[in-house]
C-alpha cells in the first residue's frame, strides 16, 4: 500500500487551492480573449487560441465544462458528426465510428472529454459557476465582461446584494449557446434586436453557422449556437460538428483582430 506524505495538513490543502486560484484570478484580469461559454464550440476555440500563445480565458456558468456535448441527444450518449468534422475528430484523437456515408459517431462523454483535455493542455484558463453579468464598453466597443459567481443570482435580492466584478479583454467570444448572453446584453440596450434561432433544419444549419460566425459588434465575436440566435439560422439538433468548426473559425477570426490590434498597448 502506498504511504501518502507527511506533515501536510488540511491547512496546506486549503492554503495552496486559494493561493493558486488568487494567482490566477489576479494574472486573467486582463486578457487577449475571454470565452462566455465551455461548450464545444468555446473549448474549441479556446484550445486553437492558446495554441497560437493567446492568452485566454473560458468562464462557464456551470460546475461542468462541455454544455450538450455531454449527453449528445435525447439522454442518449452517443455524438454525431457530419462530414468533415471527423477530420478534427481525428486531430484530437478521438476515435469514431463510420454509421454512414458522411456520417460518424463517438461516444459523447469521451469525445467531450478529450475537448477538455486538449484546451487545458493547450493552456486555456477557466473559471466555473461564474455567470456574465454585463460586458464593459469603451467607445461603442466591447472591453470585457462583468462577472458574479453563479450562485449569487439564486439569492433573492432581500436576503443579499453581491456586486460584480470585471475582467478585461481585447475580444470576447460569446459560445454560451442558445442563451447568446453576451449579445443578449447588447438587445437589452436597445443596440442591437436578435430575432432567435429557427426551427430544425441540419441541412441547412451547420453550414450557415459556420459561414456566419464572426464579429457580430466590435469586440465581440459568436460561435456555435450563439450564432444562430443572433441570426436567426435553423438549429441542428444533436449533431455537433459545426459547433467543432464555428469554434475553430471563431478562433481564427480572433486571431486575425488581435493582429489587426496588435500595435494597442498590451494587455500583458
Known amino acids: 500500500m502506498p504511504t501518502f506524505s507527511t506533515g501536510i495538513g488540511e491547512k496546506d490543502i486549503t492554503r495552496a487551492i486559494v493561493k493558486t486560484f488568487t494567482e490566477q484570478f489576479l494574472e486573467y484580469a486582463e486578457s487577449d480573449v475571454i470565452i462566455v461559454g465551455g461548450g464545444p464550440s468555446g473549448l474549441m476555440a479556446g484550445r486553437d487560441l492558446a495554441l497560437k500563445g493567446v492568452k485566454t480565458l473560458i468562464i462557464e456558468q456551470n460546475n461542468y465544462l462541455g454544455g450538450g456535448f455531454w449527453i449528445g441527444g435525447y439522454l442518449m450518449n452517443p455524438a454525431t458528426f457530419r462530414h468533415p468534422a471527423q477530420e478534427i475528430l481525428d486531430e484530437l484523437g478521438i476515435k469514431y465510428e463510420r454509421y454512414s456515408d458522411g456520417l460518424y459517431v463517438a461516444p459523447a462523454p469521451y469525445a467531450c472529454s478529450k475537448l477538455i483535455a486538449a484546451a487545458c493542455e493547450a493552456g486555456v484558463k477557466i473559471l466555473n459557476m461564474t455567470q456574465l453579468d454585463d460586458i464593459i ?11 458574479n459567481w453563479t450562485p449569487v443570482n439564486a439569492l433573492p435580492r432581500q436576503v443579499t ?15 454560451s449557446g442558445h442563451d447568446a448572453v453576451v449579445m443578449r446584453r447588447l438587445e437589452e440596450r436597445g443596440i442591437i434586436k436578435i430575432p432567435g434561432m429557427g426551427a430544425m ?68
Not at 161 to 175: F, G, K, N, S, Y
Not at 203 to 209: G, H, L, P, R, T
Not at 214 to 220: D, L, N, R, S, T
Not at 239 to 252: D, E, N, V, Y
Request: negative net charge.
Open 137 to 147: 464598453m469603451r467607445d461603442n466597443r466591447a472591453a470585457g465582461v462583468v462577472v
Open 161 to 175: 446584494c453581491v456586486d460584480p466584478i470585471a475582467l478585461e479583454a481585447r475580444l470576447i467570444i460569446d459560445a
Open 201 to 268: 433544419w441540419v441541412e441547412m444549419s451547420e453550414d450557415a453557422v459556420v459561414e456566419h460566425t464572426g464579429e457580430a459588434y466590435p469586440g465581440i465575436i459568436v460561435a456555435g449556437m450563439a450564432v444562430a440566435e443572433v441570426y436567426g439560422l435553423p438549429r441542428m439538433g444533436p449533431t455537433f460538428g459545426a459547433m467543432l468548426l464555428s469554434g475553430r473559425k471563431a478562433a481564427q477570426v480572433a486571431y486575425e483582430k488581435l493582429r489587426e490590434i496588435e500595435e494597442a498597448p498590451p494587455i500583458r
